[in-house]
């Protein structure tokens, strides 16, 4: 696990050195820069070493030939069948690296060797025979990966930040990001916060020319229910996650896992005893003892999380949260590349450092088993949607009883959720429910400054929710939220923030429910092995039956993070008062003051629920603020 950086265009080597060092985060073992002497292209590589140690596996790697040289995040998974499979065919390997298995077997088979490869990764392999340069980012989206395309170069990076550094690229902001996170906390698609980066898709490949940039795409998630298998069964889930454990296990360092005390995290457990000695492994659970508000969701990790490793007879470290999340709060914005309003960034962080600080490399994480498997409340939501458009009278029904809902407990607020989303066309509904409020569309829109407005359209979904929605027309409800999941929320929000604040402290999470043969399994299962109206997650949940505490199968989705609305109207309300005030938003030009005002002076006075509103506010205006400090390299 590592982070990569480069250029090909008239910037000087300094230039990706510094792009490598804004990354050193993520490779704390060391870095190294490549310069072609006949081409203007220049590679960067800052190391986190977990497959072979030595200096030998260091990077940028060239094959022996020098043609090809390759700077590579992640890890494949699989390289010790391929490293047999090349060597009987004639390959000498000079080191026991994933990397260089990588490299020769791109050598070799091109961009074809990205459907054989089993792993997480970001990559870019120089040609210096085509002077082409070749990039591409793993199945799901586990790695991040950005770029640039500019009049007078390409530049690429890990992270964002990296970009920032080239004198030559526009900071304008994009307003489209700004709309998103406003409404979702993430961007979808290629948009980031800046006009001028974009992020790799899942499963997508650029190769990069002096005349060109060509754009592919060589894994697509499939949809749910396209090729249903009746004959799955939980048992043949346990054991295909059996079967991923113990291949993500595979390390020259230990390896530890987070356990939230949930159904997924205690999966991915109960496969590491199955397959390695209990005493081995440590596990780590974040808690966070302070309570919330009757509006805010959050349960006792601790306790189940204990109550999981005690049954299997594992080491676990404690991590308490309750860190000053104030004063963090600019650096974690930051530090995800997007102004992402989600404190389960800090308790990620929290616990990578608890690792680190523990000696451990690597984690192993249960996400994505609630984006696979309907974990989530909108699942059961776009069940009922399916079951209330049966009912004439269904529609007419939700927009009465939506105006009469209480809102000032959790129960009163899903209640009130969850019958406005009834009553929306299907389309709607299904992009309403990816949201984080229940603050409409239109109130939305009035928030933003009349100058602001203009500059996007917001009379339609987002268009990666409509590339989605198009594509996954005529399904099930439940089923198309499924890919709104596996192509938007998962790599865009819960996946970047995991690696993001994980690679902050040097450490490399790895997320077995991720691995495309799981996907794979998920889509399909028919819908009722998923959910109905009584359980979500029904097939994950009897695979696990006998394996882990029944208490912790019955569990029911709990939030992550801090309470986010009694800390608002708390100890964060000096914070929120400042990033929010009229002078700031009147300057920053993306809000109407006085809209913003009366929607903050009426969350106060608990007269709305519009915490995740202001929230995303604080941290787009806290954003731009790092944009504004963060510096240009100059030689």
């Known amino acids: 696990m590592c982070g990569i950086a480069g250029f090909l265009g008239p910037w000087k080597e300094s230039l990706a050195i510094a792009m490598a060092s804004a990354e050193a985060h993520r490779g704390p073992d060391g870095s190294d820069t490549w310069v072609d002497p ?12 977990i497959i072979d140690l030595s200096d030998d596996a260091s990077q940028p790697m060239k094959t022996s030939d020098g043609r090809f040289i390759i700077v590579f995040n992640g890890e494949i998974y699989n390289y010790l069948s391929l490293k047999e499979e090349l060597t009987a065919s004639g390959e000498v390997f000079r080191t026991k690296s994933d990397t260089e298995v990588l490299l020769k077997l791109f050598a070799r088979e091109g961009a074809d060797c990205l459907s054989r490869l089993r792993g997480i990764f970001a990559f870019a392999v120089w040609d210096a025979k085509k002077c082409e340069l ?7 989206g586990v790695k991040p990966l950005y770029y640039s395309q500019l009049k007078n170069g390409f530049l690429f990076a ?15 902001i994009n307003p489209v990001a700004v709309s998103d996170h406003l409404s979702f906390i993430w961007t979808g698609g290629t948009d980031t916060m800046l006009k001028s980066v974009k992020k790799m898709r899942p499963g997508t490949t650029l190769t990069v020319s002096a005349t060109a940039v060509k754009r592919a795409r060589y894994y697509q998630a499939p949809l749910h229910g396209s090729e249903v298998n009746l004959s799955l069964n939980a048992l043949d889930l346990r054991d295909l996650l059996d079967e991923v454990v113990s291949e993500q296990m595979i390390a020259d360092v230990e390896v530890g896992v987070l356990l939230s005390g949930g159904l997924d995290s205690s999966a991915v457990l109960s496969s590491m005893v199955r397959g390695s000695d209990p005493i081995n492994i440590t596990a780590f659970c974040a808690y966070e003892s302070g309570g919330g508000s009757s509006a805010d969701n959050f349960g006792n990790d601790r306790k189940y999380a204990l109550e999981v490793a005690k049954s299997m007879g594992i080491n676990i470290v404690e991590v308490p949260t309750e860190t000053d999340i104030i004063g963090k709060l600019p650096d974690m914005v930051w530090s995800l590349d997007e102004p992402t309003a989600d404190f389960a960034g800090l308790q990620t962080l929290a616990l990578a450092s608890a690792a680190k600080d523990n000696g451990i490399k690597v984690l192993l994480s249960g996400v994505g088993g609630d984006d696979l498997f309907t974990g989530y409340g909108r699942h059961t939501a776009a069940l009922l949607y399916a079951i209330f458009g049966r009912i004439d009278f269904g529609y007419r029904f939700c927009k009465l009883i939506s105006k009469i ?5 959790v129960i009163g607020r ?17 992009a309403e429910s990816m949201g984080w409020s229940d603050i409409t569309e239109w109130e939305k829109k009035e928030l933003f400054s009349k100058s602001f407005r203009k500059s996007f359209r917001r009379d339609s979904l987002p268009e990666a929710f409509l ?8 399904l099930h409800p439940v089923e198309r939220l499924l890919d709104l ?35 794979s399994f998920s889509s399909r299962l028919p819908l009722s092995q998923l959910i109905n109206l009584r359980t979500t997650k029904r097939i994950f949940r009897n695979s696990q039956r006998g394996q882990i505490p029944s208490s912790i199968i019955r569990r029911s989705k709990q939030g992550l993070g801090v309470p986010v609305r009694s800390w608002l109207s708390g100890p964060a309300r000096p914070m929120l008062e400042e990033l929010t005030s009229s002078t700031v938003i009147k300057n920053r030009g993306f809000f109407d003051e006085v809209a913003v005002k009366n929607l903050r002076d009426n969350f106060l006075s608990g007269a709305n629920d519009a915490a995740m509103v202001l929230f995303p ?17 100059s030689d």
């Open 134 to 140: 070749f990039l591409a980012r793993d199945h799901i």
């Open 158 to 172: 890990s992270e964002l930040k990296a970009l920032t550094l080239c004198p030559e690229l526009p900071r304008d």
């Open 405 to 409: 809902s209480p809102r000032s407990s």
């Open 467 to 474: 590339r989605s929605l198009d594509a996954t027309n005529g």
């Open 38 to 49: 006949d081409y203007p292209a220049v590679l960067s590589h800052v190391r986190l070493s």
């Open 414 to 430: 899903r209640v009130a959720r969850l019958v406005t989303l009834l009553s929306r066309p299907e389309s709607q509904m299904l």
């Open 485 to 519: 999941e596996i192509n938007g929320f998962l790599p865009d929000h819960n996946l970047n923030y995991t690696d993001k604040m994980a690679m902050q402290a040097g450490v490399e999470i790895r997320v077995p429910l991720c691995d495309p043969r799981i996907v």
């Open 617 to 633: 506010m604080m941290a787009i205006e806290l954003w731009c603020r790092g944009l504004k400090e963060a510096p240009i390299h």
